[in-house]
């Protein structure tokens, strides 16, 4: 994990990665992001689980979407994680 990382026209750093391992959930969505773009969707699906344990209602998101567009996950765990985002949101947690 360390070093750099291209995905597309994206390169992050070593610094990037620095966040990654401190937990900084922005940065692991990023990675999970970049996966899905990849088409690692098990990857994708890893890495926003990840944030999403960690309260992330963006990762909750795309934890669900990426469960829903590859017909791997159950359609209950993605209503679930949609509906979190939902109560986040109005709270004014949810960024997506």
Do not use: H
């Not at 994206?10 to 990023?30: K, M, N, Q, S, Y």
């Not at 979190?84 to 960024?95: A, E, I, K, L, Y």
């Amino acid at each position: 994990m360390a070093g750099q990382w291209t995905s597309g026209s994206e390169t992050t750093g070593p610094w990037f990665w620095e966040l990654v391992e401190a937990g900084d959930t922005r940065a692991i969505v990023c990675v999970g992001d970049a996966a899905y773009d990849d088409r690692d969707y098990e990857k994708a699906e890893q890495w926003y689980q990840r944030a999403a344990d960690n309260g992330d209602p963006e990762a909750m998101v795309r934890l669900a979407q990426v469960s829903r567009d590859t017909l791997r996950g159950d359609a209950k765990q993605a209503q679930e994680l949609t509906e979190q985002c939902g109560r986040w949101s109005r709270r004014g947690g949810c960024r997506t």
